[in-house]
């Protein structure tokens, strides 16, 4: 049984942990995938290169009513996948490569398998059949350690209905790779995820049918930027609006799903079905109970400000504990984590008090702080305001008649409490009220104390700040 000073289990932020700066530590990384997390192989990275191809294929037609007639001829599905893939993987093989062979990781031993927890501090990992780690013939080995930190990530899931399992049915990891643009699709889902993709497909000449359990998509949004969305997307989809999927089955050409909704019972029925009803932490593929983590309710790992586990030197990040999901969030934590493991006695704490988020759809939506409701629930006094993009001459320019910003801000001292975009580069935009949020400018100060470029989008944000009804 090996003994480390640290052990990593993940290779997304976690893979950026182990430094030079830990040369005299005996580390370790185990990780049962592919090097490089959900962000890089099957999440952010190749769906943000997927929404580009998308947005230049929609181009074409959203011309004609600026007076410019020009067609899609056609979308090459094998060629778009294989630049997308064919620029990541090789990221992912050196990745792995640099781990295993370079000089820089002399101390550190690379576990390719599945850990699982079987003891306090003890973690057995099983490799698969052809052996992993340089090792054929290896089964399992158990490792023990001082500190583990936990950046196993998260997956998919799909809901509990019958005949889905055999229906064989996509989801975020699998639909990326398919070899064939199919002609119809129904995405099973609201959320983020489905919004991104049900842009990709339709754009690239899929029809596409979104099944949703509530009255609008994207009800994690403010409600303006919710019901803004989901009418717009009921214009390019068949949006189908709290329905329940109540049975899966194969058809001659596809997948069939039975709902029933406000209208009685129906199908619906596409070649392909995307499953995009969210995703959960790995901490049961762990078995961090083993070790004495405790876990919510849904299953993520807890952890204080600081990143650390309910076990002494036990820190977990990412998707395994975070509610927020995100990569910029991960990396943040990972940041965090590497201090409090080099400076134990100067620990310090993540700020999550302004996360930001962005859903590459179209169009584009970005959000950070309070929504409406939330500062409603939360009984927090605020005042709000929007612009719209139609307000400001770029908006002019582009014919937008449908995006806007939203600010919520206290209205005694002007501190922006949440910011709410849905347009073009609304994940852009959004970026220096993120800043002004996070050190503290008032809105009156951000508005006025600098000069803002015209005709630019980002009087967008300008305007919005100006509408605020602060007291003073």
């Not at 049962?32 to 290169?49: A, D, Y």
């Not at 995405?187 to 509530?214: D, N, P």
């Not at 700020?351 to 939360?378: C, K, M, N, W």
């Amino acid at each position: 049984m090996s003994h480390y000073d640290l052990v990593v289990i993940g290779t997304g932020s976690g893979n950026s942990l182990v430094d030079h700066r830990f040369a005299g530590w005996r580390t370790a990384l185990v990780e049962k995938g592919t090097f490089g997390g959900t962000c890089l192989n099957v999440g952010c990275i190749p769906t943000k290169m997927y929404v580009h191809t998308a947005d230049l294929a929609v181009a074409p037609a959203a011309g004609a009513r600026l007076g410019v007639d020009a067609e899609l001829r056609g979308v090459r599905w094998r060629e778009v996948r294989d630049r997308v893939f064919g620029r990541i993987d090789p990221i992912a093989r050196d990745g792995r490569a640099y781990r295993l062979a370079h000089e820089d990781n002399a101390g550190l031993t690379v576990y390719e398998g599945q850990g699982r927890f079987t003891g306090h501090k003890e973690l057995t990992i099983s490799f698969p059949d052809a052996g992993g780690s340089g090792a054929p013939g290896r089964g399992e080995e158990t490792v023990t350690a001082d500190k583990f930190v936990l950046a196993a990530g998260s997956r998919p899931v799909a809901p509990d209905i019958p005949g889905l399992a055999e229906s064989g049915y996509h989801t975020s990891d699998t639909v990326m790779r398919i070899d064939e643009l199919p002609r119809s699709m129904v995405i099973l889902g609201s959320g983020f995820v489905a919004a991104e993709f049900a842009h990709v497909f339709a754009s690239f000449g899929v029809q596409v049918t979104v099944i949703a359990r509530s009255g609008a998509l994207l009800r994690a949004e403010d409600a303006d930027i919710s019901t803004r969305f989901t009418e717009l997307a009921a214009q390019r989809f068949d949006v189908r609006l709290r329905r329940t999927a109540e049975r899966a089955r194969r058809t001659g050409s596809g997948i069939a799903l039975d709902l029933t909704g406000p209208a009685g019972t129906e199908t619906v029925e596409g070649e392909l079905l995307l499953v995009a009803t969210g995703r959960r932490s790995n901490s049961d593929l762990l078995d961090v109970a083993a070790t004495g983590v405790t876990t919510t309710d849904g299953g993520r790992v807890s952890v204080d400000p600081q990143q650390r586990t309910s076990v002494p030197g036990i820190y977990a990040l990412g998707d395994l504990s975070s509610p927020y999901e995100l990569k910029h969030v991960a990396n943040h934590e990972a940041r965090v984590v590497q201090h409090n493991l080099l400076h134990p006695d100067q620990p310090v704490a993540a700020d999550h008090r302004y996360v930001p988020h962005a859903v590459f759809t179209s169009p584009q939506i970005a959000a950070v702080g309070l929504t409406e409701r939330e500062a409603r629930e939360r009984g927090v006094r605020f005042v709000s305001a929007t612009a719209e993009y139609a307000g400001i001459a770029y908006g002019w320019a582009m014919e937008d008649t449908t995006g806007f910003a939203k600010l919520l801000a206290d209205p005694s001292t002007g501190l922006l409490l949440g910011a709410h975009i849905i347009g073009p580069q609304a994940a852009t935009l959004i970026q220096p009220l993120i800043q002004a949020m996070n050190f503290g400018l008032d809105a009156r100060s951000m508005a006025r104390g600098q000069l803002w470029i015209h005709p630019a989008m980002p009087e967008l944000v300008e305007n919005a700040l100006l509408a605020l009804p602060l007291d003073a």
